[in-house]
């Protein structure tokens, strides 16, 4: 478990485990022999991908970015990505149940970022967290309805749609402030309405960017994911988002990174990106 203060605030990284993609999907256009260098695949090609969600805790609100892959995955999608289940008892070892989160943030709505938002118990879904107010893109809603050949795999609607029915999830048309400190801001790329989450407290700055930098060796601008539906805006967020966040020394949280939950982004001697963790 990793833990942090930013200003007045609290960063906790919990995760719902380790889940496997393909490298060859997981990286895109990027050519084997180039990223097999950060990341080793084994021998069916499958690399390792975490699932990390963030826990903030603001003094007044706790509030969880991101719910991971949860257990609902049918069969055949387990036989795929493994569905590991590990968020309730991650948050568990951090002191949290489920009934003390105030707000969930999803950035978008692909499965494996909104998994806990509900459990499924018999033959009907319930939230995850009771308690809690729900946010999320409401493009992203209004995409997963059409289930497009491309990626209908990736929207399953018991992550949301008994929330939006009931009216604990709340949809949002672009950027806005949730709470004093904690809003969201669009960056397309991987999806057209994705979000990140931008953490603001005591003049330091952290961002969950979600899948618009998914790991530590997904730094470089041209090193963007085959999920990704919009690569070029990917690039195109991407050199947006570090125009701010390198020189204000942002906290950047890698959603899918299995062993740096954060860093910082900082360019080496030769311009390179890199990522620095915090001390």
Same mark, same amino acid.
């Given at each position: ?151 209908? @795999? ?23 402030? @949730? ?101």
């Amino acid at each position: 478990m990793h833990r942090l203060t930013l200003g007045d605030f609290e960063l906790t990284a919990v995760s719902d485990g380790t889940y496997r993609l393909d490298g060859g999907t997981f990286f895109g256009v990027i050519p084997k022999v180039m990223w097999e260098k950060k990341v080793k695949a084994d021998e069916l090609n499958y690399v390792p991908v975490g699932l990390n969600s963030l826990v903030v805790r603001t003094g007044r609100e706790t509030i969880l970015i991101e719910t991971g892959i949860g257990n609902k995955l049918p069969e055949r999608l387990i036989k795929i990505f493994g569905q590991p289940a590990k968020l309730l008892a991650s948050l568990a070892t951090a002191g949290i149940s489920p009934e003390e989160i105030d707000i969930v943030i999803n950035t978008h709505l692909h499965f494996d970022h909104c998994g806990w938002n509900t459990v499924q118990r018999g033959n009907h879904v319930f939230p995850t967290f009771p308690k809690a107010k729900y946010y999320a893109p409401e493009g992203e809603w209004r995409h997963g309805r059409l289930q497009l050949s491309r990626d209908a @795999i990736s929207y399953m609607s018991d992550n949301y749609d008994p929330l939006i029915q009931s009216g604990q999830m709340e949809l949002l048309r672009g950027d806005r402030e @949730i709470v004093p400190g904690v809003s969201v801001k669009v960056f397309p790329g991987h999806t057209e309405y994705m979000q990140a989450v931008i953490i603001r407290s005591g003049g330091k700055t952290a961002c969950y960017v979600s899948d618009l930098i998914p790991t530590s060796s997904h730094l470089d601008l041209n090193w963007v994911m085959a999920f990704d539906l919009y690569p070029l805006q990917t690039t195109e967020s991407r050199q947006r988002y570090y125009a701010e966040a390198i020189p204000e020394k942002w906290l950047t949280i890698f959603t899918h990174d299995p062993n740096i939950p954060w860093a910082y982004v900082e360019k080496d001697e030769k311009q390179r990106l890199v990522a620095r963790e915090p001390s």
